[in-house]
């Protein structure tokens, strides 16, 4: 294995009919504590997903601890050492050759991987974050916005929304970006029907979990705390949208796209290459379909289930670019011409949106953003049309971006992803009891925001390492 054109570690392997031994796993001195020992391991694991492995007896120690963290999947065979016999070492030339081109293919997967593993991290602790500061805005945007006690002045939220509203745009786009660019491979891989159920215990599980249980009690302890005199089963049948599951409207969705996409999906026998022109289409197209959609429901509109329905187009159409980009190798690299003309475009749509404001004179955002969120109205295009570009520029640049700079693997960044869904999933009850703990403090929504920010994110990334690490839900994230 090689980091930056240098060599950095390498291991032996023996495949048998019913094991894969693995041998001499080394990693030079200089290289030590940056993931390389499990970057090996994971080739090999992901290289022979059937067969158990097999460790020496010198190896059995470091190995099972790898294997025992790649993703909860890997049962290490122990017992006597496996001792490789002739066939496995008078193997054809051609058939050790293949064999290395797999691991050598498995190890840049490992690579792309991590920046995949990082990028996510990043936007769950972004979603974490703005979730917190949406809680105390006049705008609103999460639940807590109901019962705060303090909110922004209004020149503060102006700047903020400035600064952190347009990443707002896309961040979810991204999500489903990512989603789509590993579906088809896990379709492949499963078959349909044992995808189907995967994705209905790890999505489908968590949501009803979350909408039925866990968010109706969160949001009751934020009324009590408010002085509102309701009870668990009000809150669950009185509050707008019916079945709220908190920030699960996410995987509720993808659970769709993902079951549509195993049932109905038939990838192209040839490839489509993505191209700057196809990225053009496609934001043509969200800006359309957005704009009919939300004559019908405006944005920040509620539906039964909190579809989220005003943002369908950019999310099946980000969806759908990873899944058509699955097979061109955007997962592993975004070529550079593009990936340079969506940071370019990305950029200017950003710049666009305070300027834009500016000009048209909205300062109270509570209180004008009406005629943006949908029907027949200029505004209402104009908007579509600023998101239909971040949301395409935006998640391009991001995915390509995490390639170039977010490829560092470790002990704690492979235990930040481990923990990312299971974040993603606590993070409602983590804010909301850390914001009602906060409500006797006697500090400004400026501070209170961003304290309660920081440890939401440090407590939601450790209680969900621990949720996947060490209990038996593990099996949900």
Same mark, same amino acid.
């Given at each position: 294995?090689?980091?930056?054109?240098?060599?950095?570690?390498?291991?032996?392997?023996?495949?048998?009919?019913?094991?894969?031994?693995?041998?001499?796993?080394?990693?030079?001195? &200089?290289?030590?504590? +940056?993931?390389?020992?499990?970057?090996?391991?994971?080739?090999?694991?992901?290289?022979?997903?059937?067969?158990?492995?097999?460790?020496?007896?010198?190896?059995?120690?470091?190995?099972?601890?790898?294997? +025992?963290?790649?993703?909860?999947?890997?049962?290490?065979?122990?017992?006597?050492?496996?001792?490789?016999?002739?066939? &496995?070492?008078?193997?054809?030339?051609?058939?050790?050759?293949?064999?290395?081109?797999?691991?050598?293919?498995?190890?840049?997967?490992?690579?792309?991987?991590?920046?995949?593993?990082?990028?996510?991290?990043?936007?769950?602790?972004? #979603?974490?974050?703005?979730?917190?500061?949406?809680?105390?805005?006049?705008?609103?945007?999460?639940?807590?916005?109901?019962?705060? &006690?303090?909110?922004? &002045?209004?020149?503060?939220?102006?700047?903020?929304?400035?600064?952190?509203?347009?990443?707002? /745009?896309?961040?979810?786009?991204?999500?489903?970006?990512?989603?789509?660019?590993?579906?088809?491979?896990?379709?492949?891989?499963?078959?349909?029907? +044992?995808?189907?159920?995967?994705?209905? #215990?790890?999505?489908?599980?968590?949501?009803?979990?979350?909408?039925?249980?866990?968010?109706?009690?969160? /949001?009751?302890?934020?009324?009590?705390?408010?002085?509102?005199?309701?009870?668990?089963?009000?809150?669950?049948?009185?509050?707008?949208?019916?079945?709220?599951?908190?920030?699960?409207?996410?995987?509720?969705?993808?659970?769709?796209?993902?079951?549509?996409?195993?049932?109905?999906?038939?990838?192209?026998?040839?490839?489509?290459?993505?191209?700057?022109?196809?990225?053009?289409?496609?934001?043509?197209?969200?800006?359309?379909?957005?704009?009919?959609?939300?004559?019908?429901?405006?944005?920040?509109?509620?539906?039964?289930?909190?579809?989220?329905?005003?943002?369908?187009?950019?999310?099946?159409?980000?969806?759908?670019?990873?899944?058509?980009?699955?097979?061109?190798?955007?997962?592993?690299?975004?070529?550079?011409?593009?990936?340079?003309?969506?940071?370019?475009?990305?950029?200017?749509?950003?710049?666009?949106?305070?300027?834009?404001?500016?000009?048209?004179?909205?300062?109270?955002?509570?209180?004008?953003?009406?005629?943006?969120?949908?029907?027949?109205?200029?505004?209402?295009?104009?908007?579509?049309?600023?998101?239909?570009?971040?949301?395409?520029?935006?998640?391009?640049?991001?995915?390509?971006?995490?390639?170039?700079?977010?490829?560092?693997?470790?002990?704690?960044?492979?235990?930040?992803?481990?923990?990312?869904?299971?974040?993603?999933?606590?993070?409602?009850?983590? /804010?909301? #009891?850390?914001?009602?703990?906060?409500?006797?403090?006697?500090?400004?929504?400026?501070?209170?925001?961003?304290?309660?920010?920081?440890?939401?994110?440090?407590?939601?990334?450790?209680?969900?390492?621990?949720?996947?690490?060490?209990?038996?839900?593990?099996?949900?994230?």
């Amino acid at each position: 294995m090689r980091r930056d054109g240098v060599v950095a570690g390498a291991c032996l392997t023996a495949e048998a009919d019913d094991a894969v031994g693995v041998y001499c796993v080394t990693t030079l001195p &200089e290289q030590r504590s +940056r993931g390389v020992g499990r970057a090996l391991l994971s080739a090999v694991v992901n290289g022979f997903p059937a067969l158990p492995m097999t460790p020496s007896a010198t190896e059995q120690g470091r190995v099972a601890g790898v294997l +025992r963290r790649h993703e909860g999947h890997v049962a290490v065979e122990r017992g006597p050492a496996a001792t490789p016999g002739p066939a &496995e070492f008078t193997r054809p030339a051609a058939a050790r050759s293949s064999y290395l081109g797999r691991m050598t293919a498995e190890v840049g997967q490992r690579s792309r991987l991590a920046a995949v593993d990082n990028l996510k991290v990043l936007l769950v602790a972004w #979603v974490i974050g703005g979730h917190a500061l949406l809680g105390y805005s006049a705008v609103g945007g999460w639940p807590y916005d109901e019962v705060n &006690e303090v909110t922004f &002045e209004p020149h503060v939220e102006a700047v903020l929304a400035a600064v952190l509203g347009p990443s707002g /745009l896309f961040l979810m786009g991204t999500f489903y970006l990512l989603s789509g660019l590993f579906t088809p491979e896990s379709v492949a891989r499963k078959g349909t029907r +044992r995808f189907v159920r995967d994705r209905l #215990v790890r999505l489908g599980v968590p949501f009803a979990l979350s909408a039925l249980l866990v968010w109706p009690l969160t /949001l009751w302890v934020a009324y009590r705390a408010a002085g509102h005199d309701v009870s668990p089963w009000w809150v669950f049948t009185h509050r707008d949208p019916l079945l709220d599951s908190g920030s699960l409207w996410f995987v509720e969705i993808l659970l769709v796209f993902s079951v549509a996409y195993a049932l109905f999906g038939r990838p192209r026998v040839t490839p489509v290459v993505l191209t700057g022109g196809h990225l053009v289409a496609v934001t043509a197209g969200v800006v359309v379909s957005t704009f009919a959609v939300r004559l019908w429901f405006p944005a920040r509109s509620g539906q039964i289930g909190d579809l989220h329905v005003w943002w369908w187009p950019q999310l099946i159409a980000m969806f759908g670019v990873g899944i058509v980009g699955a097979r061109s190798g955007l997962a592993q690299r975004v070529p550079d011409r593009m990936w340079r003309g969506s940071r370019v475009v990305a950029a200017l749509a950003i710049v666009s949106v305070p300027v834009t404001a500016v000009a048209l004179g909205v300062s109270d955002l509570a209180g004008q953003a009406g005629p943006f969120l949908g029907g027949w109205r200029w505004q209402a295009l104009l908007f579509a049309v600023v998101e239909a570009v971040l949301v395409v520029g935006g998640s391009v640049w991001l995915l390509g971006w995490a390639q170039r700079r977010l490829t560092r693997d470790g002990p704690l960044v492979a235990a930040l992803a481990r923990g990312a869904f299971a974040a993603f999933f606590i993070q409602g009850p983590v /804010l909301i #009891v850390l914001a009602v703990a906060a409500r006797p403090l006697p500090f400004p929504a400026e501070v209170k925001a961003f304290l309660v920010a920081a440890v939401a994110i440090a407590v939601s990334f450790g209680a969900g390492w621990l949720l996947t690490v060490r209990t038996r839900a593990a099996r949900f994230f």
